[in-house]
């Protein structure tokens, strides 16, 4: 697996590996990026087809719910369409063992999200979820959950209603929207506790396919380095994170099955 990478990676690779089999608490802090070889597009890619004239950043407000909630609506049930089919990539995969991995190796792994996919899940993780999750939703006006089959069901698209639109709250009347965090909101609160403590007191915190743009999310890294950490990112692009330590510039899904490996030989 090693050989198939660029021997300028593979150092880096060996680097990273030697660094996080010798520390115990781990952050990973994941974006997009990570589910993008699932089939999933990131958000910095143009957006296709009837989406095509619409940026993510004018239709993931509440102001854009509040101007044209069927809109919003339908963006999401179309995002629901295309997540629905797709499931966890090699990455998704070598995180989720090693959390597994953790309980014999006596390390502390952390994994925050910021993806609304769950594909963390399917493949078996624990995972912080920082901007909700697609297959929820609830009421924009009284704030209670919207209870139905989205979540159980995800994966049977013959029993989720892509088409349905705009649902109301059956409290208040108020329209159903999904239970996502969106621009100028704020982050669920025990969720970002989770994340601050778990960045202020890691040793290593890994940035996976995340374009280091949104915050407050983007400032954990920060925060981590700060408090002692060593950051490595791991992102085939270059971003603006300018206190990363070891930089792996290649998919996740390439990069992360070798990394865990590597890691793990050097523990026993
Ligand atoms: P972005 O779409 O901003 O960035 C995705 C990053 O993934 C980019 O830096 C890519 O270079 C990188 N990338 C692409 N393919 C990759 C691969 N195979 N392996 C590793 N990296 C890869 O996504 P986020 O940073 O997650 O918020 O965006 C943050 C938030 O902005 C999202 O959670 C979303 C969005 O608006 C909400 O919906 C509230």
Redesign the pocket.
Known sequence: MLAELSPPLIAQVQDAAKLLASKRRICILT????S??SGIP????KQTGLWENYK??DL?TPDAFARDPKLVWSWYQWRRKLVADKTPNP?HHALAQWQQHTISNQQQLTLIT???DNLHEQAGSIVTHL?GNLWRNRCSQCHIPYINDLEGSKNSEDTINFDELLLTCPHCDGYIRPD????GEALPVQAWQTAEEAAAHCEVFIS???????YP?AGLAQLAKQNGAKVIE????P?PNTIVDITLAE???VVMPVLIAQMTALQF
């Open positions: 974006g997009a990026g990570i993008a070889e990131t958000f910095r890619d993510a950043e993931a990455a910021q993806n609304v901007h996502i965090v969106w621009f996976i396919g995340t374009s280091s743009l949104v999310a791991i992102n085939p692009d971003t998919k996740a899904g």
